[in-house]
Every structure is written in structure tokens, then in C-alpha cells.
């Protein structure tokens, strides 16, 4: 962005002042004489506090600064397809539906999706003596340079291995332009997608990889959507794939998780949450930290966490194995542990897909087919038999038999020697046995469901037996007025 703001407009630069943003703002509000103040509105509840609690704290200098001057706020709604409140507008009673089925029907009535907002072209400069009013107001940064990774805490020798998924995801819109231009270049492979059928365990990236640069708003989802469209128009109706499963099922999915984050209190707990049924989870921290630090003892479960660790992206099916494994399928760990791990690491975490999905593959809300439970043994032979990614992520298995990866504790000791593997000594045994557990978790998940039947008929009960008592007393005093 400094670049092109340079290349466009030799004479300014993108200013950059690290802080708190409550505080920071209002001072350069001040700083720059601003009238007017643009952002993007953003779905997500912590996002939208922490921006009301911003334009609060403009105003509340401005009027202690004896009305200094009048600054107008702009906010955009283009984080998503359609606003918010669009949506709501159109559902009965003004409730987001609870099912991706009905969302669709609000969304075929919303008409045409908008085109993305017009680029900026002309950019003033900043008011004589700005700056110098901005360095002295933060004397810590007194060139507001784009900071370095270093700068931020990050370690960039982590970050050497971001590009071994087969994408690097180089910030920036440039990056993420050219990176929507080479994928609807792939016109079959755009309008055959179906997002099920794609790879967890790819060697590369097996979708669009777009999600991180939507996500940050280097691409507009609405050029995406009309890009996809364009694609759409070049082959006959009955050969495009259609949503759920296509790219633009996705970007359609994408504005229900939001709309379900947006109108959901405490979207991401499980106390305090409509959505979500209460299941009694385990605690237990030994538990947690083998599945975020690999060490589960299942190579497809070890491997998927790798990836995530170094590069900061994994498929979304992978992402399923993952978070079924460490809930209901295995572990029997809170969901909202993962998603917070997801939130730190997933250089695409967008908290309400995040909460959405972890309330999905735990059962908690969304989807309550928790007979239905990923292997984390047999889902990755499906698409990987001869156990590629495993040794990609893994490489001390990079000897080791086709025959036992995805199981390595049943190879012969014999086996394990000769690939120069030990289990239990250079790989973990299994935290748990699959096959046991999963069984033992189902029964568990059983009993939460039929625990929340029981709350909800008693309520239930409570409701109608209230009601009746109402009727009863509205009777009675019926009776005593005729006869008065």
C-alpha cells in the first residue's frame, strides 16, 4: 500500500502509528484537522465494541476540545456480499434463519450483489504542519514507517517456511489481484468446483487460497463474486456447479456464518449462547497441548497441525479432522479452545467462520449428526493412501512403510527399527485409541442431547402450565364480574 500510495502521489506517504487504537485515533483525528473519517464495518462483535468504543473516544476529544472541528464518520459494509442489517430486513421477524437452507432463500431476494467500491484515485495531501503536530504526539515513532516483522514480535526464521503449502500468501492487494486473476484463468476448474471433493491433504493448495486476502479485504468479496460469475457465463448452466459446494456457495456461506456471528450473543462461548447446546467438556491441558504441538500419535492429525504451525493455513476438511479429533471425536476438549488456537495461527481466522465452524464439527450447534465422526486413520487414506503429506510435514516418517504410516504403533518393532522410527522413543504412542474412545464419546455426546430434550420439555412444561394458571385466573375473574 506505501508503495502504490508513493508511486501515486510522490508527495505522501502511508503513516503508520502503533498503539491502542482509542487512543491513538482521536489525537490524529485532531492531529490532522480530519473532517472525515472512512473504515469497513465489519461483522464480528469484538470488532464492531472495539470500533464503537473508537468513534466514542473521537467525539468525546473533539466536544473536550471545545468542538474543534466537525468530523464525519464513514463506515462500509463491504466486508461481506450484502450489510447485515440487509439481510435482517428481509427475514421474518427480523431473525437470522438457522439453517444455510433458508439463508438462501433471504439471499436470492436481496437482488443483484453491489460492485466492489470504486477505487480511490485522488488522495489530498495532509494539512501544512500535520506531521510535525503527529511526531510530536508520538515522539516513540517519529517516522511512521511500516513496521518490520521483527518489530511486531514475530521470529521471520518461522516464517521461512510459509510458501511449502505450495502458496506463500505475500500481503498486499497486488498480491491478492494477481492472485484472483490466476485462478479465474482456470475457467474448467472454477466452474466444476465443488468444495467437498477437493484434498485435505494436497501437497499444494488444493481451493483458490483467496481466503486469506478476502478475509483482510486485499480482495473485495464482491469482485470475487463477479469474477466468478464471468467465469459462470462461459459454459452451459447444467455444467457450472452449483452452492452449497461452488465458489460461489462459498462466499454465500461465508455472509450466513456472518449473519449468524452478527445477530448471535456471545458467538464464541458456550455459556451464555443460544445456538449452543452445553455439552460437558473435559479440561484437561496435557490433552490440548499434544494436539496444538503435534504430538497426538496420529501422523494425519500431527502432520495437518505442522502445516498449520509453520505456514499459517490448512485445508478446510483438514481443518475438520482436526477439530473433530480434538472434541467429540477423541479428545473431548472444549471447542472453544481450538478456535482460539485457529484465531492465533490461521493467517485467514475470521472469528465468525472460526466460531461458526468449531460449533459444527463439535456438534454444538449447527450440525447435530455426532454418530458421524472423522477417523484420523481412514479420512486421510482416502485422498493420500500412500501417506505423501504425512511425510511432507513429518519427514522423520519419510522411510517409514506406505502399509503402517497413518497406524505406525502396529508396525512390527522389526519395521520401525529398519525406517529408523521408535515408536513411543522418536514419535508419540496414540493419546488415545480411536476406536475406543470415539465409541465412548458418542455414548457421551448421546447423554448432552438428551440432557438439553429434557431442558428444553421442562421449560417447555413450565411454559404451558404458566400459561394455563394465566388462564384459569383470567377465567375465575370473569366469572365473579358476571356475577357481580
Given at each position: 500500500?506505501n508503495t ?12 503508520v ?5 482509542e487512543?491513538?485515533l ?8 480530519a ?13 464492531r ?5 473508537v468513534?466514542e ?5 473533539l ?14 459494509d ?9 439481510y ?27 460492485k ?27 517516522e ?9 514480535g514475530?521470529?521471520e ?17 497486488d ?9 479465474m ?21 488444493d ?5 486469506p ?10 469482485r ?12 452451459p ?24 456471528g ?29 494436539w ?12 495437518i ?16 479432522a ?7 471425536g ?24 472460526n ?5 459444527w464439527?463439535?456438534?454444538t ?18 485422498t ?22 497413518y ?7 522389526a ?9 513411543g ?8 485409541d ?5 465409541k ?5 455426546m ?17 411454559v ?16 365473579k364480574?358476571r356475577?357481580?
Amino acid at each position: 500500500m506505501n508503495t502504490k500510495l508513493r508511486t501515486n502521489h510522490k508527495e505522501q506517504q502511508l503513516v503508520v502509528i502503533q498503539g491502542k487504537p482509542e487512543e491513538v485515533l482521536p489525537q490524529v483525528v485532531c492531529d490532522l484537522q480530519a473532517t472525515d473519517l472512512y473504515y469497513e464495518r465489519e461483522p464480528a462483535a469484538p470488532t464492531r465494541e472495539r470500533d464503537g468504543i473508537v468513534l466514542e473516544a473521537i467525539r468525546t476529544r473533539l466536544e473536550k476540545g471545545g468542538n474543534l472541528q466537525t468530523c464525519s464518520i464513514h463506515g462500509y459494509d463491504t466486508h461481506t456480499l450484502f450489510p447485515m442489517e440487509h439481510y435482517l430486513a428481509r427475514c421474518k421477524g427480523g431473525v437470522a434463519p438457522s439453517i444455510y437452507g433458508s439463508f438462501t432463500k433471504v439471499f436470492h431476494q436481496m437482488g443483484p450483489v453491489p460492485k466492489e467500491l470504486d477505487v480511490v484515485t485522488n488522495i489530498p495531501p495532509m494539512p501544512t504542519g500535520s506531521l510535525a503536530a503527529l511526531q510530536k504526539s508520538f515522539p516513540d515513532t517519529p517516522e511512521f514507517k511500516v513496521p518490520s516483522l521483527t518489530s511486531l514480535g514475530y521470529d521471520e526464521a518461522e516464517l521461512e517456511n510459509r510458501g511449502k503449502g505450495g502458496i506463500a500468501f505475500i500481503g498486499g492487494e497486488d498480491a491478492g489481484i494477481a492472485l484472483l486473476d490466476q485462478m479465474m484463468k482456470r475457467t474448467t476448474w472454477v466452474s466444476t468446483f465443488e468444495k467437498p471433493k477437493t484434498k485435505p491433504n494436497s501437497l499444494t493448495v488444493d481451493t483458490t487460497g483467496l481466503s486469506p486476502y478476502v478475509k483482510h479485504g486485499l480482495v473485495s468479496p464482491r469482485r470475487f463474486y463477479h469474477e466468478l460469475s464471468k467465469v459462470y457465463a462461459k459454459f452451459p448452466a447444467s455444467k457450472v456447479s452449483q452452492p452449497p459446494v461452488s465458489l460461489h456457495g462459498q462466499l454465500m456461506w461465508r455472509d450466513y456464518n456472518n449473519l449468524m456471528g452478527y445477530t448471535t450473543p456471545k458467538f464464541d462461548k458456550m455459556l451464555g449462547n443460544p445456538v449452543a447446546r452445553q455439552i460437558p467438556w473435559d479440561d484437561d491441558p496435557v490433552m490440548l497441548d499434544a494436539w496444538v504441538n503435534a504430538r497426538t500419535g496420529y501422523p494425519f492429525i500431527d502432520a495437518i497441525m505442522t502445516q498449520l504451525k509453520e505456514t499459517g493455513f490448512i485445508h478446510h476438511l483438514a481443518r475438520h479432522a482436526v477439530a473433530c479429533f480434538l472434541t467429540r471425536g477423541d479428545l473431548w476438549q472444549s471447542w472453544e479452545d481450538g478456535a482460539a488456537v485457529f484465531e492465533e495461527r490461521l493467517i485467514d481466522a475470521d472469528w465468525s467462520l472460526n466460531n461458526f465452524n468449531w460449533q459444527w464439527l463439535s456438534c454444538t450447534a449447527h450440525f447435530y449428526q455426532y454418530f458421524r465422526c472423522y477417523s484420523p486413520v481412514a479420512f486421510g487414506k482416502k485422498t493420500d493412501p500412500n501417506g505423501d503429506y504425512i511425510r511432507k510435514w513429518l519427514p522423520k516418517f519419510r522411510n517409514f512403510p506406505t502399509k503402517y504410516i497413518y497406524e505406525p504403533w502396529t508396525a512390527p518393532i522389526a519395521v520401525q527399527k529398519s525406517a529408523g522410527l521408535i515408536i513411543g522413543k522418536d514419535y508419540p504412542q496414540p493419546i488415545v485409541d480411536h476406536k475406543t474412545i470415539s465409541k465412548s464419546n458418542m455414548n457421551r455426546m448421546k447423554q448432552a442431547y438428551d440432557a438439553a430434550k429434557e431442558a428444553q420439555s421442562a421449560v417447555a412444561s413450565n411454559v404451558t402450565s404458566s400459561s394455563a394458571r394465566k388462564g384459569e385466573a383470567n377465567g375465575g375473574a370473569a366469572k365473579k364480574r358476571r356475577k357481580t
